[in-house]
């Protein structure tokens, strides 16, 4: 069977399920002379589509672009650009104050040991049931009441918690005295040419709606609320995006050979690693058999979105399954297209920066 018949296959049978609505899937390699998509329920690669904590991508270039320009560097305490009184009490672990030692770097990896102010609170469940306008203050008081899982850069330790790209949002914002929305047009949009993203900041954004079981949600407060940065996009403007960030057309490639420092992530996140902003799933695993090779890196989200690229066979995969409630589908389906692809030929053709 050919390679996009078996891709082909594998959408299909993800999206027989019940719990999937409406879904996209789109797959390129480097040079584009391999191009496959596939829709369901109404959606194509051109539909725009909330894209979570792929969205975490995207803070994750802004802070390797201000590296880059030598506005920050990732062993920086945030201290030096977040207000004192913002942080005091943030982090206290066995009766010691960590707060003001975190550094951009603990943020990234996800190596501060902070618990998460969303899914660890009562804000994620609060979310389901209705539409809620969620503060940056209110998700970091919502932290400051929650225990901290371990002192900063614990050796082999990571704990996946939104607060710390937030923060890393914050940092952007003080750096470059612009708002997040804007600081993603100037930093990746124009300059990848993604002509169909955008961060909700009003009322006449269009907001997509997403699913949790049979259940329809339309959130428009949660989404222009001032804690939000993820983003809204379409598959195509994503795989114009991915083959930016990893072929080095928005910072230098040679970063990847710090931030690949991978930690496993906490048992809820099931076979992900984190590396320095992005997500590592090895394919040699008890998933596989361990008969996979190589790593998918990149990022999904929580409604289903994801961003993600095979090197061993040079193909970029992004799409989105649209379902709250089955996070890990996803990566399910990242995993079986990888292994399928055995017999695939990579070709890759590098993209370099002007």
């Known amino acids: 069977m050919k390679t996009k018949e078996v891709m082909e296959k594998q959408f299909n049978n993800v999206t027989r399920s019940k719990k999937i609505h409406e ?16 829709g369901y329920g109404g959606k194509d690669k051109h539909t725009p589509f909330f894209i979570a904590s792929v969205s975490k991508l995207f803070v994750t ?36 104050d960590y707060s003001h030692r975190l550094t951009i770097s603990d943020l990234l ?23 809620i306008d969620v503060s ?31 923060l890393l949002v914050k940092i952007i914002e003080n750096v470059t005295k612009t708002p ?41 407060k949660f989404f222009n609320s001032d804690y939000n940065y993820d983003a809204i996009s379409t598959a195509n403007d994503l795989m114009l995006f ?18 690949s420092a991978y930690r496993k992530l906490q048992m809820s996140m099931g076979p992900i690693y984190y590396g320095g902003g992005y997500m590592q799933i090895p394919m040699k695993s008890i998933l596989t058999l361990f008969m996979g090779k190589g790593e998918l890196i990149g990022h999904s989200g929580i409604s289903g ?25 996803p990566i399910r389906l990242l995993i079986k297209l990888a292994m399928s692809v055995k017999n695939f030929t990579k070709n890759i053709v590098r993209i370099t920066r002007v």
Request: proline share 5%; charged share 20%.
């Open 180 to 220: 997040l929305a804007q600081v993603y047009q100037n930093y990746i949009c124009i300059p990848v040419g993604m002509t169909n993203t955008y961060l909700p900041t009003n009322s006449e954004d269009f907001i997509p709606t997403i699913y949790y079981n049979n259940e329809t949600l339309y959130r428009p």
């Open 305 to 329: 979105s994801f961003a993600f690229y095979y090197p061993e066979k040079d193909l970029f995969f992004v799409g989105d399954l649209n379902q709250m409630a089955k996070p890990e589908l």
């Open 242 to 259: 991915l083959k930016a960030f990893w072929n080095g057309a928005l910072f230098s490639q040679t970063v990847f050979e710090q931030l």
């Open 23 to 38: 879904a996209v899937l789109f797959v390129e390699n480097t040079k584009g002379d391999f191009s496959v998509s596939y």
């Open 136 to 166: 940056f203050d209110m998700a970091l008081e919502k932290t400051k009441a929650l225990s901290p899982h371990f002192a900063p850069d614990t050796k082999n330790k990571a704990y996946y918690s939104d607060i710390n790209f937030r």
């Open 109 to 131: 990896f996800h190596k501060s040991g902070l618990p998460d102010g969303l899914i660890d609170s009562d804000i994620l469940k609060h979310f389901i049931q209705a539409d």
């Open 61 to 96: 270039s802004c802070i390797l672009i201000l590296r880059e320009q030598k506005k920050l560097s990732l062993n920086d305490l945030i201290i030096n650009y977040i207000d004192k009184t913002t942080l005091d009490n943030l982090h206290i672990y066995k009766g010691e």
